[in-house]
C-alpha cells in the first residue's frame, strides 16, 4: 500500500518494471516481520508473557532490523543516479521496491510487536498438531547437523579462509567468460519482416514474390495472420526517407501461447530456413525487441555503421566486409543499405544541341516523359476516375539502347535523336546514398545466432572490421549494440557502488569499520551462484539478470547482520569471546536466517520458473537470486563465523598496536 501510494504521487505508472519490483519485494518485506516475530516467540518460550516478550524482543531485535532496511534500501540508491537508457528504466523499479522495503521495516519495528502483544501466545509443544511436531522434528535435526558441520568449519578454520578466497576469484572467472547480452527478447506473439529483391526488379515481379513469401509463411500451423507489402521506405534496410522499389515488409501475427507449440524466436527459426528457398527475394524477420533503442530500422536487431568522407572506400570495403560476416556462425541475417545498382549516365554535347535548336529543358521533359511514369492526365467516369500514366513501353524501358532513339523535336520543328548530340555510359552507383554526422555512411545490420550472446558477436564483429576494414573508416556500433557497448562498463561500476555505499551505510550503523566487511564477506558467494546458475541453464548476463545480482547483495547480507549483531551483543552483555559469541548467534539465529532466506526464495521462484506472458525478459532476474540465494545460503551460515573470528583476531592486533604508539611517543617527549 505505501509503494502504490508514493507511485500516485511520483506520477509512476504500474507497468512491467513497477510490477515486477512490487513482486519481488513480496519475498523481500516479510523478512524483518519473521526477524522481529521469530525473536519475540524465542522472549515467550524463555518464560516471559506476550507483554514482557514483545518489549524486549523488539528491543533486542531492533537494531538489526534497521540496519537490514536501511543496508537494504542503499543497494538501490546508486540506481537513481543512473544515466542514460538504464537509468530511465530502472529508476521507477528502484524507488518502487526501496520504499516498500522503508514501509516494511517501519511496520516491523511499530506494528508488529504490538499485535504480537495482543495475538500470539506463548507456544504449547505438547497440545501442537502432528505437521508441527513433524516440521519441529526436521527442524531440530537440520539444527543438530548445522551445529556439527559449523564445529568442523570453526576448527579448520583456515581451510575455510582459503575456500572462500577460491570462490571469490571463481566469481572473477566466472564474470568475465559468461556470456553477455543486453535485453532479451520477448515472445509478444508477433513478429515483424522486410524483404529485399534486385534493385531492377519490377513492380509486379516484386508483388508475385512478395505473396509468395506470404504465402508460405501463412502455412506455418504458429502463424495466424499476415500483412503484406511492397515500396517500402528505404529507411527499413537503414536509409534515409527516399522510396525504395524493391523492398517490402511483412507483419506477422502468431496465435495465442497456448495454441502453438513453438516461441517467436524458435518460429522465426522455422520461416527462416523455407523462406530462402524462395528465388529472386531476400527476408528478414525480426522478433521485435521488448524496448526498441534506436532511430534506425533496419533488416537486424543489431547495427554497426561505417562513416568517411570517400564514397569510393564505402563501396569497396563494406561489400568484402559484408562477405566476411556471411560467413561467420554467430551471427545471420547480415546485411547492409549499401545497394549497388547500374546506372546509365547520358552525357549531352551542349554546343551541338544548341545548334540543332534544342534547349536543355527539352531534354528533361523528354527523359522525364519516358521513364518517368508522368500523369498528362485524368479521365473522369461515371463512378470512377482513371489516371493516364505517359511512359515509354516497358521492352523499351529495360534496354539502354532504347534511350538513343528517342526523339527531340527541335525550335525548327525537327525531330532529332538523342544519339545526334549525347552519348551513353554505364557505371556503378549506391542506390541511395547515406549519411550519418554529416559524413557518407553505410550501416550493417545483423541478428544473432540461436545460443549465441551480443557480447561474443560483437566480438567477433570487431575482429572482421578490424581485419578488413582501414583506418580512414570510423566504425562504431549503433542502436541496441551501442548502448549495450555503453552500458557494460557503467553495470560493474553500479555493482561496486552499491557495495560500498551498503558498507559506509553499515559502517555509519555500527560505528565500525570492521564488522561491516565481516557482513559482506557472503557477497562473493552470491554472485558465485548465481553466475553458476546462468551458466547451467544457458542464461546470458543481461541487464535483468544483473539487477537480480544487485539485489542479491541486498539480500544476502541480511544473514551477516544478523550473526553478526547478536554475536556483538553476546561480547558486550556476556564477555564472551569472539569464537563462543559467533558460534552462539549462529545457533539462534538459524532459525530466522533459513525463514528469511525461503520467504525470499520462494518469492522469486515463479519468477525463474517463467510463468506467464513475456516470463522471457523477468527470467533471468529469478535464476540469478535463486541461484544465488541457494548457494550463499550453504557458504555463509560458514564463512561469515569463521571471517568474524579473523576479523577480531585483526581489530584485537590493531588495538595492541596503538599503546605502543603513543608510548614510544611519550618516550620520544
Not at 519495528?109 to 516440521?135: E, G, I, W
Not at 518460429?267 to 528457398?277: M, Y
Not at 525548327?412 to 544519339?419: M, Q, R
Request: proline share 4%; glycine share 8%.
Amino acid at each position: 500500500i505505501g509503494a502504490v501510494f508514493l507511485m500516485q504521487i511520483a506520477g509512476f505508472t504500474i507497468n512491467l518494471l513497477t510490477l515486477l519490483a512490487i513482486v519481488l519485494s513480496v519475498g523481500i518485506v516479510v523478512d524483518d516481520a519473521i526477524v522481529m516475530l521469530e525473536n519475540i516467540v524465542r522472549h515467550m518460550e524463555m518464560g516471559e508473557n506476550p507483554l514482557e516478550a514483545s518489549l524486549n524482543g523488539s528491543k533486542e531485535i531492533g537494531f538489526t532490523i534497521l540496519s537490514m532496511t536501511l543496508s537494504l534500501v542503499a543497494v538501490f540508491i546508486p540506481m537513481l543516479f543512473m544515466g542514460g537508457l538504464l537509468g530511465r528504466l530502472f529508476h521507477e523499479f528502484a524507488v518502487t521496491i526501496a520504499v516498500s522495503i522503508l514501509v516494511s521495516g517501519f511496520v516491523s519495528l511499530s506494528l508488529t510487536p504490538m499485535l504480537c502483544s495482543r495475538f500470539v501466545r506463548p507456544p504449547d509443544h505438547a497440545n501442537q498438531s502432528r505437521l508441527y511436531k513433524a516440521s519441529e522434528y526436521f527442524f531440530d535435526r537440520f539444527l543438530g547437523l548445522y551445529d556439527w558441520s559449523l564445529k568442523i568449519f570453526l576448527k579448520y578454520h583456515l581451510t575455510t579462509m582459503l575456500l572462500s578466497g577460491a570462490v571469490f576469484l571463481v566469481t572473477i572467472y566466472l564474470f568475465v567468460i559468461i556470456p553477455k547480452g543486453f535485453i532479451p527478447s520477448e515472445d509478444t506473439g508477433k513478429l515483424t519482416g522486410t524483404t529485399q529483391a534486385a534493385q531492377d526488379i519490377s513492380f509486379a515481379d516484386l508483388s508475385r514474390h512478395q505473396l509468395e513469401v506470404a504465402s508460405l509463411i501463412q502455412q506455418n500451423p504458429n502463424v495466424e495472420a499476415v500483412n503484406a507489402s511492397i515500396g517500402a521506405s528505404a529507411s527499413t534496410t537503414g536509409g534515409g526517407g527516399a522510396q525504395a522499389g524493391n523492398a517490402g515488409n511483412l507483419f506477422i501475427r502468431l496465435k495465442d501461447r497456448g495454441k502453438r507449440q513453438n516461441t517467436a524466436d524458435e518460429v522465426v527459426q522455422q520461416l527462416r530456413s523455407k523462406l530462402t528457398a524462395i528465388p529472386g527475394i531476400q527476408v528478414f524477420l525480426q522478433n521485435p525487441p521488448a524496448i526498441p533503442v534506436g532511430t534506425q530500422q533496419t533488416t537486424g536487431l543489431y547495427q554497426v555503421t561505417l562513416q568517411t568522407p570517400d564514397e569510393g572506400l564505402l563501396n569497396k570495403y563494406v561489400p568484402q566486409l559484408v562477405t566476411k560476416l556471411l560467413t561467420l556462425k554467430e551471427i545471420q541475417d547480415v546485411n547492409s543499405d549499401l545497394q549497388l545498382t547500374s546506372q546509365v549516365k547520358v552525357k549531352i554535347d551542349r554546343d551541338r544541341a544548341s545548334s540543332l535548336g534544342i534547349t536543355a529543358t527539352q531534354i528533361e521533359n523528354t527523359l522525364r516523359n519516358a521513364y518517368g511514369s508522368y500523369q498528362v492526365s485524368t479521365i473522369y467516369g461515371t463512378s470512377n476516375e482513371y489516371q493516364v500514366i505517359l511512359e515509354l513501353e516497358p521492352q523499351f524501358q529495360q534496354d539502354p539502347s532504347a534511350l538513343l532513339k528517342l526523339y527531340i523535336n527541335s525550335s525548327a520543328g525537327l525531330a532529332v535523336p538523342l544519339s545526334a548530340f549525347s552519348q551513353l555510359s554505364q557505371q556503378v552507383t549506391p542506390l541511395t546514398i547515406n549519411h550519418f554526422g554529416q559524413m557518407n555512411a553505410v550501416t550493417i545490420s545483423f541478428n544473432l545466432s540461436p545460443g549465441i550472446s551480443l557480447s561474443q558477436a560483437t566480438s567477433v564483429v570487431e575482429n572482421a572490421i578490424s581485419a578488413i576494414v582501414p583506418e580512414t573508416i570510423t566504425t562504431s556500433f549503433q542502436g541496441a549494440s551501442q548502448v549495450f557497448q555503453d552500458s557494460l562498463p557503467s553495470l560493474g561500476i553500479l555493482l561496486l557502488i552499491a557495495i560500498l555505499v551498503i558498507y559506509l551505510v553499515l559502517g555509519v550503523l555500527y560505528e565500525d569499520f570492521i564488522h561491516p566487511l565481516t557482513i559482506l564477506s557472503g557477497l562473493p558467494s552470491a554472485g558465485f551462484g548465481a553466475l553458476l546458475t546462468l551458466l547451467i541453464f544457458n542464461v546470458e548476463l543481461n541487464v535483468y539478470s544483473f539487477i537480480g545480482i544487485i539485489l542479491l547483495v541486498g539480500i544476502v547480507k541480511k544473514n551477516g547482520i544478523m550473526m553478526v549483531d547478536f554475536a556483538i551483543e553476546a561480547q558486550r552483555n556476556e564477555h564472551k569471546s569472539p569464537r563462543d559469541a559467533i558460534y552462539q548467534a549462529c545457533l539462534v539465529r538459524f532459525r530466522p536466517i533459513m525463514m528469511t532466506t525461503m520467504a525470499a526464495l520462494m518469492g522469486t521462484l515463479p519468477i525463474a520458473l517463467g510463468v506467464g506472458a513475456g516470463s522471457e525478459v523477468r527470467r533471468p532476474l529469478g535464476i540469478a537470486v535463486v541461484g544465488g540465494l541457494v548457494f550463499s545460503q550453504l557458504l555463509t551460515l560458514y564463512v561469515t563465523p569463521v571471517f568474524f573470528i579473523y576479523m577480531e583476531a585483526w581489530r584485537k592486533s590493531l588495538s595492541s598496536r596503538k599503546p605502543r604508539r603513543l608510548t614510544t611517543l611519550s618516550e620520544s617527549k
